[in-house]
Nanobody, 116 residues
Framework: QVQLVESGGGLVQPGGSLRLSCAAS????????MGWYRQPPGKQRELVAG???????NYADSVKGRFTISRDNAKNTVYLQMNSLKPEDTAVYYC??????????WGQGTQVTVSS
């Protein structure tokens, strides 16, 4: 069983930045892909940013140019750097990692609130 532990969420003013972390309990060297999703209040979960094993990235149109997904294999951690945050970025953010041999797992979620 793989555990993904997220951190870095919180309350930030519009225009501010946060960096979310997703630490895996096992090596992330061998994965299919990984992604960050978010679920705003009363809405469905949506993909925010994705990163493939080959290094390709994709972003939701609403966050392009503001968010960056990255990984640190040595720390078994995936990051989401969020800049120029807007109130509409308020949501619970989840990481998802699909491992080649272990299957796909979700983090527990971390709340991001953008408000003045």
């Amino acid at each position: 069983q793989v555990q993904l532990v997220e951190s870095g969420g919180g309350l930030v003013q519009p225009g501010g930045s946060l960096r979310l972390s997703c630490a895996a309990s096992t090596s992330i060297f061998s994965i299919y892909n990984m992604g960050w999703y978010r679920q705003p209040p009363g809405k469905q979960r949506e993909l925010v940013a994705g990163l493939t094993s080959g290094g390709s990235t994709n972003y939701a149109d609403s966050v392009k140019g503001r968010f960056t997904i990255s990984r640190d294999n040595a720390k078994n951690t995936v990051y989401l750097q969020m800049n120029s945050l807007k109130p509409e970025d308020t949501a619970v953010y989840y990481c998802n990692i699909a491992f080649r041999l272990l299957g796909a797992y979700w983090g527990q979620g971390t709340q991001v609130t953008v408000s003045s």
